[in-house]
């Protein structure tokens, strides 16, 4: 049978995606030109010799940048967009649909309610309309949104996050006038159970937020034990899952799979956040905010004489706190699910093996003495960091790992990031160093590609490289 011609990722799909996108502004203007001629005014006209002198400076500016696409980029949480988001974005981007109400593009709000449904179907949240949810710009402005619903709820009450949760939710209560309690984490940096029994015990705090996935370390906070305690205490639960949400794909238990309970319990919390952005092969502007109760609704009524809603059906800009939203990323992230669907097979098959990558990547750094692993990877970040006797000496090892790699040619770059311990946190896991200084800096790999599986001999020869014997 002939091979069946595909759609790669850059910059294998260059061609491919290059026909597609041009194929897109063509029928797009085609789609236009429907409504008769339209002369374009001269004021917007740019000669294209300019046009071109202008884009190939901007090409070479936006070669200062660092090879998010490549698995030797083995830093951040960054890689570029699937193709197929690239096509839905630039496509709906030509008509420039807001999401803010139906009249603004009813397109794309329309692809917003159905990948909205996909994701609480994901989380095992009601069918719509049960649930409540839309797209945000970020994961900030996602939970931005569940935190006032949670003090619109429950007010006058604090909010309690882990430690390690991610900084906004310290942030975002003090935006929002409320107390944020952060309760300390056990040695593999998920919420200490016992603390957080004891906070909610004091009555102050009407919701907690669960991590399934912390942004340093992936530690996968336990959804499963915290509902029955916050629920004893007639607590909420909302769940960061910005970073780790996708992962329910592969809550499974099997091997490259991850932990399945505190997945399988995110359907008995009130509200979940996640980020297709990170996980879901969008480019950024694409957060997500959802409310296992439509009721909430009733938090974000507002009227204005500007908006223009002209039918009873639900208008997205009702139920968010942002006003205009690019209808492109819904299309982008609807194209996107399409053909990569939310199921083991679909999305699931792009996020296994990066999971399988940080435990073979783990097992490696473990099986030498030149590197420690700092803890057991659970979902696709690993951290790690140079064997040596004093914290000053790893933290130097760390920076100058982390410098000299990025340092290397193009095609030898090895490109990491750092992660910033204290002594407690190392000792908690079995580290025992001189503690000659506070804090320092270790060394974190986010292998969010599927392509770090392949690479990881390829990574840790590189790594091995960099760290020598100091
Ligand atoms: C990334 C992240 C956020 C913030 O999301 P942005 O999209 O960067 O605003 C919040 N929580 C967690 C757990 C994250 O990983």
């Not at 916050?230 to 910005?242: I, N, S």
Request: with cysteine.
């Amino acid at each position: 049978m002939p091979e069946q011609p595909v759609l790669r990722t850059m910059p294998a799909g260059a061609i491919e995606l290059g026909d597609q996108l041009h194929r897109a502004v063509a029928e797009m203007a085609s789609w236009m030109r429907e409504y008769g001629d339209v002369a374009a005014h001269s004021s917007q006209d740019v000669p294209l010799s300019e046009l071109e002198a202008a884009t190939a400076e901007l090409r070479h500016r936006l070669r200062d940048n660092y090879p998010f696409h490549h698995p030797r980029y083995a830093g951040q949480m960054l890689k570029p967009p699937h193709p197929a988001a690239v096509i839905g974005y630039v496509t709906a981007m030509l008509v420039n649909p807001n999401n803010h109400a139906l009249d603004g593009g009813p397109a794309t709000a329309a692809m917003e309610k159905d990948v909205v449904g996909q994701l609480a179907a994901m989380f095992g949240f009601p069918e719509a309309p049960g649930h409540l949810g839309h797209l945000t710009s970020s994961g900030t402005i996602a939970n931005l949104e569940a935190l006032f619903v949670a003090r619109e709820t429950h007010p006058g009450k604090a909010i309690s996050h882990s430690a390690d949760a991610h900084y906004t939710h310290a942030r975002m209560a003090h935006l929002l006038g409320i107390e944020a309690v952060a309760v300390p984490t056990t040695a593999d940096g998920t919420m200490d159970l016992d603390a957080l029994d004891a906070v909610l015990g004091q009555g102050r705090v009407g919701t907690v937020v669960a991590t399934t996935g912390t942004t340093g370390l992936g530690a996968v906070d336990p959804v499963h034990e915290i509902v029955p305690i916050a629920r004893r205490h007639g607590v909420r639960v909302h769940v960061d899952a910005a970073y780790g949400g996708f992962f329910r794909l592969i809550a499974d238990d099997q091997p490259g799979g991850v932990v399945a309970a505190p997945y399988l319990a995110i359907a008995d919390c009130d509200s979940v956040v996640l980020d297709p952005h990170k996980h879901g092969l969008q480019p950024y502007g694409c957060g997500a905010v959802l409310f296992r109760d439509a009721g909430v609704a009733q938090h974000y009524l507002h009227d204005s004489p500007y908006t223009y809603f002209t039918s009873d059906d639900l208008h997205l800009g009702e139920i968010s706190i942002e006003c205009s939203r690019a209808g492109a990323v819904a299309a982008a992230l609807w194209l996107t699910l399409r053909l990569l669907p939310l199921t083991a097979d679909g999305l699931g098959a792009v996020l296994r093996p990066g999971r399988q990558a940080a435990l073979d990547w783990a097992a490696r750094i473990e099986a030498g003495d030149e590197l420690r692993l700092y803890q057991p990877p659970q979902l696709d970040i690993v951290a790690y960091f140079p064997n040596r006797q004093r914290l000053s000496e790893v933290d130097a090892a760390s920076a100058a790992a982390l410098a000299a790699g990025m340092a290397r040619p193009p095609a030898e770059s090895l490109h990491l990031a750092t992660y910033t311990v204290d002594g407690p946190a190392l000792a908690a896991r079995g580290h025992h160093l001189d503690l000659d200084v506070p804090t320092g800096r270790i060394l974190r790999s986010v292998l969010m590609k599927p392509e770090h599986e392949a690479a990881v001999p390829e990574l840790h020869r590189g790594l091995l490289g960099l760290v020598g014997r100091g």
